[in-house]
């Protein structure tokens, strides 16, 4: 799955790295080609950027005048028309501001990833401003049957932009996009994890090596 997705990568390409496991991988096998130097990088999280860091790599900052050609990135879950569920490693935000910069978005997981509809295995995760945000947990409450916040070892976890993470239990029958509408327009949320009509195409790898292809309906 790492070689699959890193063979869609071309010398000289203005590249974006999302985070998670699928994708720290792939940044291993690309760091071992020769020609890895001169990749313009773009990266979602400050651990990506640190991994790339430590391999050599270029990194750019999405300054207004970096253009990426492809965005390599995993995902929490996929669904049969490439919907994506993203942002259980607490970068959802910076995530979607570099696939929408991309001309190509390739998503990497685990085939157990793939689902029947969002929200079948995870909760959404939705990044909120941490002043008041019992309150925009309570306005979430009128789209959600359960939301909690995010609390990793006792304290509330903190995105690298400095906000918190609430988390969403999809309902099974959910209109994704008007769902996905109504959230970013609640007061209080910055960003949420679902990534609708946004990839082009998953690669879904078995754990015997086997990649499953699939590529969005035009």
């Excluded at 970068?91 to 157990?112: C, G």
């Excluded at 947990?137 to 789209?143: A, H, I, M």
Aim: charged share 25%; aromatic share 4%.
């Amino acid at each position: 799955m790492a070689h699959a997705a890193v063979e869609q990568v071309e010398p000289g390409m203005a590249l974006g790295l999302g985070s998670g496991r699928a994708l720290w991988a792939a940044l291993h096998v690309l760091g071992q080609r020769p020609w890895s130097r001169d990749l313009r990088i773009a990266t979602a999280s400050a651990m990506t950027e640190e991994r790339a860091r430590d391999l050599g790599l270029q990194i750019v900052p999405l300054d207004g005048t970096v253009h990426l050609d492809l965005v390599i990135d995993g995902a929490d879950e996929v669904d049969g028309e490439l919907n994506l569920l993203k942002g259980h490693g607490a970068a959802l935000l910076r995530e979607k501001l570099i696939v929408v910069n991309a001309r190509r978005f390739v998503v990497i997981a685990e085939a157990s990833k793939l689902v029947d509809h969002i929200g079948q295995q995870k909760t959404l995760p939705i990044e909120v401003v941490r002043f008041a945000w019992p309150d925009t947990r309570d306005r979430l409450l009128d789209l959600f049957d359960e939301v909690t916040l995010r609390v990793d070892d006792g304290t509330p976890r903190v995105t690298d932009e400095g906000h918190y993470l609430l988390h969403a239990t999809m309902p099974p029958d959910a209109d994704l996009p008007a769902l996905a509408t109504a959230v970013a327009c609640t007061v209080g949320v910055v960003e949420h994890g679902l990534f609708l009509g946004m990839a082009d195409e998953a690669l879904l790898g078995s754990p015997d090596g086997q990649v499953n292809v699939r590529r969005r309906r035009p």
